[in-house]
């Protein structure tokens, strides 16, 4: 058989819309919008909150601790700050008859002298500033009640979010799985699996980040930037303008981030795919390295490998290292403009020093949500990155089966395979024009050299391909017009290399159907021959197998293969060279679990030993793709062609 197989280059994809990626992540979001509603909802809260935390800074200024000028003794226009002071009050009316030269008379109230109070005690200062510290109290405490809403609202959203993005990711992981359950060997086969497991891992992962950093929190940041601009207009409008100046470079430079972070990010996921997918294949084919000493050619392959993600790490930082110093020398300039010009309006009187400190305060926050946007655009792009490939594979439907079609209820009466022909690259035929039937309870023995088409012919059956002309029938209907799961309910086949799963023994043999009694999985163990390994097992049925049944020799890794062909009671078995990797000893326990398990059944059975063969109905001689005799042994034996020499090499 033909394919891509091996370490295979990722390529980049074409450039895609951030706008249009999101647009199809939105049927993921849909199932779970009620949680990301609250979300944005509490992000609306957490915004107004940190709005208000300012402005109660700036009113506690200019109330109680520096109160503007309008505020108290209006009446009195010399320009002068002065406190007003309620004589009534315990204490008051003694100090002032005291310090006569420190206040005026206005109606019914003392006004006193800010600068005149440096001359009083501290004591006599907290007598005459009693309304003001109470006030500066009941602030602070408001302030506190803020600070522990801010809390709480902050926790209920990350919380709210954290939920939203593992429903929203296991919704897409289980998504994508079903997808690559469904395609074709050819998928498979030019994708290495350390490529599609990093799909379904750190992909799917970095999409953690974009739900939980920037679809709520790119909402919040947006309505912060929106309410801190509108603070400061209507604080100072003229300060406003000063800062908002440096705003065009700050556009600039993230516009020229944005560009160059998305290809750094695309880089480092293509080459985190290809430094899974040599590692992969690296460990699974360790034995064949250590074998023909090929360590320093594996390492030198790796390494090469892994200075490319350093060097796109390093593009990576790069970007960083110059965006975020630039976005936080502009805030510090936007500060120094404020401080300078606010300064000035301060001792000119123009504006009161609650205001500059809430100015301040804004332009504070004012940049860091610039920040943040910049840094969940950072996020988004390697978010993208992996939604891009995500899509690939999601929008790859080679050799993908319809699950619908008609059920299969009956059993399987007849096969046909009418002018078959396939390849596996385009124009190099595997198959070529191939037909014969096979009629229920009859076995049809395939013959001929590696690459003849032999293993192909089993694989168009299953559907694990399509072929790419002529028909193939099941009970006289094209095999595309049944359900695949129907079909392959009655089809069991025993490979020439099984796979066996890291589960126990008994989820081996049960893989795929129902369970079945005890009593009767040691039945068919007895059938199959490999009663006697099972009972060797630490636990019996219950025992886990290691991966891919290596801790058993491949003889017995057949026999059990051929106890699941038992357990699935299928109408047709097909053995695929069963017995090519097996010495004298177990072929023939094999051979005897073999005859067990044909009984009375429909078979297929693929083979290089002619002995396999020769108790077939009917043999396949397959040369070149091309069916080149077909017969049973004995008429091919009289016709001394090309299965009468491979007989009599085999004999030699």
């Known amino acids: 058989m033909h394919g891509d197989f091996g370490h295979i280059e990722e390529g980049v994809p074409g450039r895609i819309a951030d706008i249009q990626l999101l647009r199809r992540l939105l049927p993921f979001l849909n199932p779970w919008k009620h949680l990301l509603a609250a979300a944005v909802a509490l992000s609306i809260v ?30 009195i226009s010399d320009g002068i700050r002065r406190l007003a002071v309620d004589p009534s009050r315990d204490g008051a009316a003694e100090i002032l008859r005291k310090h006569p030269d420190i206040w005026v008379e206005e109606g019914d109230r003392a006004c006193v002298a800010f600068d005149r109070l440096g001359e009083l005690s501290t004591e006599e200062t907290r007598v005459l500033r009693g309304t003001d510290l109470s006030g500066v109290t009941r602030m602070s405490l408001l302030f506190l009640g803020l600070i522990l809403l801010d809390f709480l609202f902050n926790f209920l ?69 929106t309410g801190i601009a509108l603070m400061l207009l209507v604080i100072q409008w003229k300060l406003a303008l000063i800062s908002f100046g440096v705003l065009p470079l700050v556009v600039y430079i993230s516009i020229r981030f944005s560009r160059r972070a998305r290809e750094a990010f695309r880089t ?10 040599r590692f992969s294949e690296t460990v699974s084919g360790i034995r064949v390295i250590q074998l023909f000493r090929s ?7 790796f390494a090469r490998i892994n200075h490319e993600y350093y060097e796109a790490g390093m593009q990576q930082l790069h970007v960083f290292a110059l965006f975020m110093p630039a976005i936080e020398v502009l805030g510090m300039t936007a500060t120094a403009l404020i401080v300078f010009s606010g300064g000035r309006d301060v001792l000119s009187g123009r504006i009161t020093i609650g205001e500059l400190v809430a100015f301040l305060s804004y332009i504070k926050m004012f940049f860091r949500p610039i920040r943040d946007i910049a840094e969940k655009y950072n996020i988004l792009q390697n978010a993208m990155s992996s ?15 319809d699950t619908k079609g008609i059920r299969l209820e009956g059993p ?23 037909s014969f039937s096979l009629p229920k309870g009859r076995v049809l023995a395939v013959v001929g050299a590696t690459g003849s088409g032999k293993t192909t012919l089993i694989h168009l059956l299953v559907q694990l391909y399509e072929p790419h002309s002529g028909t193939i029938r099941i009970n006289g209907l094209p095999l595309q017009q049944w359900s695949p799961e129907s079909v392959r309910r009655r089809i069991a086949l025993v490979s020439q290399d099984p796979f066996l799963f890291s589960e126990s023994l008994r989820k081996n043999l049960l893989h795929g159907i129902e369970p079945i009694p005890d009593e009767r999985l040691w039945d068919i163990l007895d059938a199959a021959q490999c009663r006697t390994l099972a009972e060797s097992l630490p636990h019996g049925l ?23 062909a038992f357990a699935r009671n299928a109408d047709l078995i097909i053995l695929d060279e069963a017995t090519s990797y097996v010495d004298a000893h177990t072929e023939k326990r094999i051979q005897t679990a073999i005859e067990n398990l044909l009984k009375d059944r429909t078979a297929i059975l693929i083979a290089h030993r002619l002995a396999t063969a020769r108790s077939a109905d009917h043999i396949l001689v397959m040369g070149a793709g091309r069916i080149i005799e077909e017969g049973n042994h004995d008429t091919l034996m009289a016709k001394e062609g090309v299965y009468y020499r491979m007989h009599q090499i085999g004999q030699d």
């Open 295 to 301: 360590e320093a050619a594996q390492y030198r392959r």
């Open 542 to 564: 219950d025992t886990v197998l290691s991966e891919g049944g290596l801790s058993i020799s491949s003889g017995e890794r057949q026999l059990l293969s051929i106890a699941r």
């Open 412 to 434: 399987i009466e007849r096969i046909d395979f009418d002018g078959v022909s396939f390849a596996y690259q385009p124009d190099e035929w595997v198959l070529k024009d191939v």
């Open 387 to 401: 939604a891009e490939r995500l899509f690939q594979i999601l929008d790859t439907h080679e050799g993908k089966l």
């Open 268 to 277: 480092l996921r293509v080459k985190t795919a290809e430094i899974n997918s």
């Open 46 to 75: 957490l915004t107004v909150l940190d709005l208000a935390l300012p402005y109660i800074t700036k009113e506690t200024i200019d109330r109680y601790i520096v109160p503007k000028k309008a505020d108290a003794c209006a009446g």
């Open 157 to 225: 959203q990350q919380f709210t979010m954290e939920v939203a993005a593992q429903r929203i990711m296991h919704d897409l992981r289980m998504t994508l799985m079903d997808h690559l359950m469904s395609l074709g060997m050819g998928f498979f086969n030019r994708n290495p699996v350390g490529r599609l497991v990093t799909r379904v891992t750190s992909d799917i992962q970095n999409m953690d980040e974009l739900f939980t950093s920037v679809v709520v929190f790119v909402f919040k940041d947006v309505f912060l930037l």
